[in-house]
């Protein structure tokens, strides 16, 4: 079975940095596109940043220039290193798989989130 584990949240003071892992098993990461979504109490899920199977990635603007999405296909595991990282960041960030549009069933796999917090 497909399994989606998140790591790396926690408690951090604002402008500082985490990094967050997400460990897929009982899938090739290769075929897959790969999302870090976040979701803070009361507000809508957003996709925070992806990366598809071929390596291209793409952020929401709130993010830019301080988070970087990255894989690591041969461990099967995808990253979100944030940095600079302000109280708007608080929220469950939570891993996402989604297998490539060159399948004609795009299955999709979700983790159960990790926490983090941004406060003094």
């Known amino acids: 079975q497909v399994q989606l584990v998140e790591s790396g949240g926690g408690l951090v003071q604002p402008g500082g940095s985490l990094r967050l892992s997400c460990v897929a098993s009982?899938?090739?990461?290769?075929?897959?596109?790969m999302k870090w979504y976040r979701q803070a109490p009361g507000k809508e899920r957003e996709l925070v940043a992806d990366?598809?199977?071929?390596?291209?990635?793409n952020y929401a603007d709130s993010v830019k220039g301080r988070f970087t999405i990255s894989r690591d296909n041969a461990k099967n595991t995808v990253y979100l290193q944030m940095n600079s990282l302000k109280s708007e960041d608080t929220a469950v960030y939570s891993c996402?798989?989604?297998?490539?549009?060159?399948?004609?069933?795009?299955?999709?796999?979700w983790g159960q989130g990790t926490q983090v917090t941004v406060s003094s």
């Open positions: 996402n798989a989604i297998r490539s549009r060159r399948f004609s069933l795009r299955l999709e796999y």
């Open positions: 990366t598809i199977s071929a390596g291209a990635s």
């Open positions: 009982g899938l090739t990461l290769s075929n897959y596109d």
